[in-house]
């Protein structure tokens, strides 16, 4: 089996890949794995560092906006894992376009190689945002899509397109949509890592509104055992949940942040609400466990303590990301 990971210099394609490299789930091990990451500034090559001598894994860096590369690297692939994607939503609010070219024009792009090429699956990697916000119960697969931000709309264009080359042409296409990651490697602009590595610097971190927006946490890890799992087993032209199964206000996060950190309330600022700041997000994830046995192992007071341990093991690895942010 050969695989082609888009992203895989990110933060959840890279712990696939290092997955697929060591700990393969659901699949034989592969005979190769091509990585095709454009390395924008949250894409890493330190974070294939743990396998990078794996004479299996090549390294072809590019957008996936560009045919020629795209066509190049699809050749000879038998599956697409695609995270490559803009994901930020603040960073969708104040520049929109980026986020369509790459998300909805790149899948586009990389869509169109895979159907030349007759590659035998292609799962595409998405997000809980594109059902928008729900007060109570949980999101089924088949829940209407109702995008409140840029970057959740380009996202839900993109599974839209995925789909439809699966119904129009008969690809052998399966879309996964997650709840909030967290983990290892992840860049330091989304919320835990930013919280972390700042009250491990001793200052502040930011609250949004009134800290009530509630998100199910999902370790990185438990994400990409439900993404192999969907890649080996899922049912062509099906959208599968994967969910970590424990939701917090970004107030009780920030609680149990500043007590691994061991800071106090004092160091939470409050700031203004986020533009079309989703209330809440909640994945039913009944159909995967059902079909493929899915369950997360990864609880969030374990998952938390090792990720806050590897910050602050890894000061090496995030503290020239945030100063280049800076800059």
Known sequence: MRILVTGGAGFIGSEYVRMLLTQPVGTDAPSAVTVLDKLTYSGNLANLDPVRDDPRLTFVPGDICDPVLVDQAL??????????????????????????????AG???????????????????????????????????????????????????SDLLALAYHRTHGMDVVVTRCSNNYGPYQFPEKVIPLFVTNLLDGQ????????????????????????????????????????????????????RLLTACGAGWDRVVPVTDRKGHDRRYSLDIDKISRELGYAPSVTLDDGLAATVRWYRDNRSWWEPLKKAAAR
């Open 75 to 104: 050749a000879g692939q038998d599956m697409v894992v695609h995270f490559a994607a803009e994901s930020h939503v603040d960073r969708s609010i104040t520049g929109a376009a980026e986020f369509v070219t790459t998300n909805v």
């Open 107 to 157: 899948t586009q792009t990389l869509l169109d190689a895979a159907l030349r090429h007759r590659t035998a699956r292609f799962v595409h990697v998405s997000t809980d945002e594109v059902y928008g916000s729900i007060e109570e119960g949980s999101w089924t697969e088949d829940w209407p899509l109702a995008p409140n931000s840029p970057y959740s709309a380009s996202k839900a264009g």
């Open 204 to 255: 502040t971190v930011p609250l949004y509104g009134d800290g009530g927006n509630i998100r199910d946490w999902l370790h990185v890890h438990d994400h990409c055992v439900g993404i192999s799992l969907v890649a080996a087993g899922g049912r062509s032209g099906e959208v599968y949940h994967i969910g970590g199964g424990t939701e917090l206000t970004n107030k009780e996060l920030t609680g």
